[in-house]
């Protein structure tokens, strides 16, 4: 079993949809839990963080940590094309800096 | 503040061949990380280093794979020989003081074995 499960898609929605999506974790130590966004031929770039488990909200962007049962979630209110993109769930044991554990990634496509 | 910067962007090389990426920080950010993120697949550990020493490598392929950050700046990842298998994404990912979340990537370099 892999450390992130990530269901790689790809996700099609009309622009202006609310989008989910998900990843689950087998290592309870995971204390951060970050989510970042891929354009095609970039480099990934943060969207939010997480401390533990709750909810996190920024401007369109929810993220929610729901530690007993070991799922993340970002959901995304009001979809634009330009969130077209792959969301990449990753996680973390603690805030000294170690690596981050990615899942696989899920694509995007808003149609406008 | 200027991004991570790598090169080359793209190579194509044959297998057997080798080949070598180079990575430039954000100014001040200590710690540097190497991921391969091969197609289809999220980014992968290959190296951390704190400075110009290494925190972590144990993923890195060592009988093909070397990186280096001389002076706790710039760093050089090497691939030799290269197999079919090593065509990937390279990502080069810089962080400061902040936590493990803030690391910021570099565009990366793609690389095709042929």
């Known amino acids: 079993q892999k450390e992130v499960e990530q269901d790689p898609g790809p996700l099609s929605v009309p622009e202006g949809a609310i989008v989910s999506l998900n990843c689950t974790y087998s290592?309870?130590?995971?204390?951060?839990f970050m989510w970042y966004r891929q354009y095609s031929r970039k480099g990934p770039e943060l969207l939010m963080y997480?401390?533990?488990?709750g909810n996190k909200e920024d401007g369109r962007f929810t993220a929610q940590v729901d530690k007993s049962s070991k799922y993340i979630s970002l959901f995304i209110r009001d979809s634009q094309p330009s969130d077209s993109a792959t969301y990449l769930c990753?996680?973390?044991?603690?805030?000294?800096?170690?690596?981050?554990?990615f899942g696989k990634g899920t694509t995007l496509s808003v149609s406008s | 503040e200027a991004g991570v910067a790598q090169s080359p962007r793209y190579k194509i090389i044959e297998k057997r061949q080798s080949v070598a990426f180079w990575c430039n920080p954000i100014?001040?950010?200590?710690?540097l990380y190497w991921y391969q993120q091969i197609l289809g697949q999220g980014p992968k550990l290959l190296i951390q280093?704190?400075?110009?020493?290494?925190?972590?490598d144990s993923q890195l392929p060592k009988d093909r794979f070397s990186a280096e950050r001389l002076k706790g700046v710039d760093s050089t990842l090497k691939i030799q020989p290269a197999k079919l298998e090593d065509s990937a994404v390279y990502l080069c990912?810089?962080?400061?003081?902040?936590?493990?979340?803030?690391?910021?990537f570099g565009p990366g370099t793609r690389l095709t074995v042929t």
């Open positions: 990912a810089s962080r400061g003081q902040g936590g493990a979340y803030e690391q910021y």
């Open positions: 290592n309870s130590a995971f204390q951060y």
């Open positions: 997480t401390y533990s488990s």
């Open positions: 990753a996680m973390s044991y603690n805030q000294a800096g170690t690596a981050l554990i």
């Open positions: 100014s001040g950010h200590a710690t």
């Open positions: 280093f704190q400075n110009n020493g290494v925190v972590d």
